[in-house]
C-alpha cells in the first residue's frame, strides 16, 4: 500500500522559508517519479517540482531560484525560499510508480501573507 505523509507547510510572511517534507513508502522509488505540487481554491493541480526515477529534476517556471526539491531516502523534501503571496496553496507530495496511478498526500496548507 502505497503512503505519503506530508509535514511542514503553514503561515508565513512573504520573503520567508518553508520546509515541507513527505515520507513516501510502498513504491520502488528505481521506477517512479516524485515531487510536488500545488493547488489553489478554483484552479486546477499544478506541478512545482519533480524527481524522476533517473534522478532527473524538474521546476515550474515559478518555482525555478526560489524552491529546491531533495530526495534522501524515502523523504522528499520541498525547500521554498523567498516565498510570494501567489505561493499560498494546498501543497501535496506526489508519487507515480511505472505502470501505476498516481498517489497523493493529504495536502498541507502554505499561505504567505503581504
Known amino acids: 500500500q502505497v503512503q505519503l505523509v506530508e509535514s511542514g507547510g503553514g503561515l508565513v510572511q512573504a520573503g520567508g522559508s518553508l520546509r515541507l517534507s513527505c515520507v513516501v513508502s510502498?513504491?520502488?522509488?528505481?521506477?517512479?517519479?516524485v515531487g510536488w505540487y500545488r493547488q489553489i481554491p478554483g484552479s486546477q493541480r499544478e506541478p512545482v517540482a519533480t524527481?524522476?526515477?533517473?534522478?532527473t529534476i524538474i521546476y515550474a517556471d515559478s518555482a525555478k531560484g526560489r524552491f529546491t526539491i531533495s530526495q534522501h531516502n524515502s523523504i522528499i523534501d520541498l525547500q521554498m525560499n523567498s516565498l510570494k503571496p501567489e505561493d499560498t496553496a494546498v501543497y501535496y507530495c506526489y508519487a507515480q510508480q511505472w505502470r501505476r496511478g498516481a498517489d497523493w498526500g493529504q495536502g498541507t496548507q502554505v499561505t504567505v501573507s503581504s
Open positions: 524527481i524522476g526515477n533517473t534522478g
Open positions: 510502498g513504491i520502488a522509488f528505481s521506477m517512479s517519479t
